[in-house]
């Protein structure tokens, strides 16, 4: 089942248990994946739609960040309910070995040798490891390796 037929299907489901929450939080995401497909005037991949989620996610993490530095835990708990009911869409997260074994396939695929090759690695590594893992502690690792 697509991400987009299972974001459709769990509307429902939250619908029929009146659970507004989480019918809430899913109806959010909903309209920003129709948003981006009227924005693009096209269809959205599912890699797209991943990467729009992931980058929803990182926004409440921010929040909760902001919310709890400001006394706010009451929206901080809002938020944090949010990330829970968004990462349920995100695939099984890669473990620390499996995200060095692709890293170090990467690097040899495209011969990397300096920082200079850090842009063909993450290319081949975003498509992969998309809503797996932090692209951002990724882009870290791959640095590190090609400076070690």
């Known amino acids: 089942m697509g991400l987009l037929s299972q ?6 489901t939250a619908m029929r248990a009146k659970d507004k929450p989480r019918l809430g939080v899913i109806r959010m995401a909903l309209s920003s994946i129709k948003l981006a497909k009227i924005d693009n005037q096209k269809d959205m991949s599912e890699t797209e739609i991943l990467a729009l989620i992931t980058k929803m996610i990182k926004q409440r993490k921010e929040s909760v960040t ?10 901080a708990a809002k938020e944090q309910a949010e990330i829970t009911v968004l990462e349920e869409f995100l695939p ?7 995200i060095a074994q692709l890293i170090s396939a990467a690097i040899t695929q495209t011969g990397a040798a300096s920082m200079a090759d850090m842009g063909k690695v993450m290319a081949i590594l975003k498509p992969q490891m ?9 882009s870290g690792q791959v640095r590190a390796t090609l400076n070690a």
């Open 7 to 12: 974001l459709n299907e769990e509307m429902k």
């Open 66 to 75: 902001m919310f709890t530095q400001g006394g706010r835990d009451e929206l």
């Open 92 to 98: 099984q997260a890669l473990s620390a070995d499996e």
């Open 130 to 138: 998309q809503g797996k893992a932090d692209l951002g502690q990724v």
